[in-house]
């Protein structure tokens, strides 16, 4: 039976807005207040998802969030009418305004942790929707996310649907940004790699001083016990904390896997020579062959990855065993990084290829190629039980460059925020766009 590596890629939302909500990322931070084009966002993203479907890869679409997020604001005490609410905030409390119009749900690499069949106990595809406690912004995503993944995912038979961890700060749970999976055919049984920032309970893990670490070794673990995984196949690593202080929120910002394959900056991971022989022994047992491709820090230092986003690209397999390289614009505006890019594809290894994509509207709030997509490993049976509205199409890609170009501003800077007709356009577009991906009722206006 034949296995894809499906990428199913985050619609950015038509609240996209520079928020400088999620401290710790450089690009969000310094892009703050900016004014930002949620159409141009949008269609930069549908364009990658295309083309990537165009070179013959599985390709899915993970729906928005509904923005403003009036019932958290609700929560918060604010009252009346969603106008009044909206209107409210913004005189009383424009970061919790801002917070709740937050589009951060388009970074789907945050979204959940998934396990494919093959590694699990129960032979189902698991996945767990991620808390993302460590910032108010993204913590009332997960409700949402795991009603449009279920609403994907809804075979029983194929798919299980775990809740997201307790949202406290010992059970941090960024998703798949911390979690890459090795296994020589997608198909066949793999060694899935947890990476932390820091334990919860034990403190012999060192911390970062700078920056919070937002994914704990404890909500790594509490994730592969739910999803059933062997420990035979689980192999868990601590990021370096020096690099989080450098602005290395998430591993996909260091580090990306595929296949049999890490590619790795030499600052990436504390006891680095261990956790690769782990990696190579456990890949093993399973028949794969290990291959790391290490960055030395002579040659691209933490902050050049940070500012090109290098290792925050997608690392995919082509039919001829070779891999390709999907990296932002970034990385070609970078001399460094470009230069090693060059000298990479050019020495005949594994990474044969390097396409570059403008996620310009993405790149400036934080987020590259690799933030925007959530990988799912699945087998022909399980590819033919998702929802088939939700797999990426001419005739889709069609539908819904046209959706955007109806429903999306062309600008948004914060006092666009505050209007209260902001929240009826994304749910007047949200509500056509579940029509046009078969998802049935799945947000909050459409449920209460």
Known sequence: MKS?????????????????????????QSNSQACSNPKEAALQGLAKMKALMDMGFQQGVLAPQERPDVAALRRLGFAGSDAEVIQQAAKEAMPLLVASCSASSMWVANAATVSPSADTADGRVHFTAANLNCKYHRSIEHPTTSRVLGAMFADQQHF????????VAQFGDEGAANHTRFCRTYG?????FFV??????????????????RQTLEASRAVARLHGLREEGVVYAQQNPSVIDQ??????????????????????????????????????????????VCVPRSAVSVDDAVRSYLFN????????????????????SNPRVWQYLQGLTGAGGVIREVQVFDLKQSMQNGGGPACLRLRVALNETELAAV??????????????????????????????LADPQL??????????????LKLGAVYPFQIN
């Open 423 to 436: 929240l009826l356009e994304c749910r007047s577009a949200l509500d056509e766009l579940t029509q046009i």
């Open 188 to 192: 066949e049984a793999g060694v899935e």
């Open 196 to 213: 932390f920032g820091r334990s919860a309970f034990d403190t012999r893990y060192p911390a970062p001083q700078k920056y919070p670490a």
């Open 4 to 28: 894809f590596e499906v990428n199913f890629d985050g619609l950015v939302g038509p609240t996209h807005n520079y928020g400088g909500l999620s401290y710790g990322n450089v690009a969000s």
């Open 313 to 332: 690209s997608q690392l995919l397999s082509r039919p001829d065993g070779s891999m390709l390289l999907i990296v932002p614009e970034e990385c070609r």
């Open 247 to 292: 602005g290395v929120f998430h591993n996909d910002v260091i580090a990306v896997g595929n296949g049999e394959v890490l590619f790795y900056h030499e600052d990436a991971f504390l006891e680095t020579d261990k956790m690769l022989a782990e990696l190579s022994s456990k890949l093993a047992r399973v028949g794969g062959k290990f291959q790391s």
């Open 387 to 416: 929802n088939p509205g939700v797999i990426m199409t001419a005739p889709l890609y069609d539908s819904l460059t046209q959706w955007v170009e109806r429903h999306y501003r062309d600008r948004m800077t914060e006092s666009d």
């Open 160 to 167: 299980a649907h775990h809740a997201a961890l307790p949202a």
